[in-house]
């Protein structure tokens, strides 16, 4: 129950809802209300096919790549690292860098909920609960629910908490990340010397 726990809590912080609103909402603020939340439904779907397939072929990919664990461990916890630290320190980005037609698989699928690091993190997991693949899936869906709900609701959300109520809210998620990008940092190190 507390690896369901905890393995969600670090899917929420790695899909980053929160940190996902914005570029959300503008990338399709120039949509009406009704097609924005078919648009990210249909990206949410999209997203989940992509990690479904990431965490059953997770096993299959590192023995194709011929990588160890202990690899994506350390490589996974340095690229979480590096997203924490930008949701602590956010960059300013123009609004001119999204098209104004309609997206479609980027950059709302991939890379902003399917990204590089959640697909990294699903390989890795994965590999270490092989035989757990049920609670893996439950907890991905329990994080997509909880993400899917987030950015469908991101009218509601940013009226209640403001932006800069989310923006702290992002922040808070950023230094949790901190902590669970450096635990999983440390552990791939551990298991790369108890070898």
């Known amino acids: 129950m507390n690896e369901i726990m905890s393995t969600t809590i670090l899917l929420i912080l ?31 779907i999209i997203a989940l096919i992509i990690m479904i397939l990431f965490l059953f072929l997770g ?3 590192l023995i194709l790549l011929n990588l160890k664990t202990e690899t994506v461990a350390i490589s996974g916890g340095i690229i ?8 602590i320190f956010p960059t300013e980005e123009t609004d001119n860098i999204y098209s104004k037609e309609e997206p479609f698989l980027v950059p709302l699928a991939i890379p902003l909920v399917a990204g590089p690091s959640l697909l990294a993190t699903l390989m890795l997991l994965s590999h270490k609960y092989l035989n757990q693949m049920h609670y893996l899936v439950l907890s991905l869906l329990i994080a997509w629910f909880f993400t899917i709900i987030i950015l469908l609701s991101s009218s509601v959300f940013l009226k209640l908490f403001g932006s800069k109520g989310v923006n702290a809210l992002e922040r808070l ?12 940092f440390l552990d791939g190190i551990q298991d790369w010397f108890s070898k």
Do not use: C, W
């Not at 939340?37 to 949410?44: D, G, S």
């Not at 979480?80 to 949701?87: D, Q, R, T």
């Not at 998620?173 to 999983?184: H, K, P, R």
């Open 80 to 87: 979480l690292f590096i997203i924490a630290i930008k949701m």
């Open 14 to 44: 790695i899909m980053d809802p929160l940190g996902n609103l914005p570029i959300f909402m503008t990338v399709l603020k120039h949509l009406e209300e009704k097609r924005r939340k078919i648009i990210v439904i249909r990206e949410m």
């Open 173 to 184: 998620m950023g230094l949790v990340l901190i902590m669970l990008s450096t635990q999983m």
């Open 59 to 61: 096993e299959k990919i």
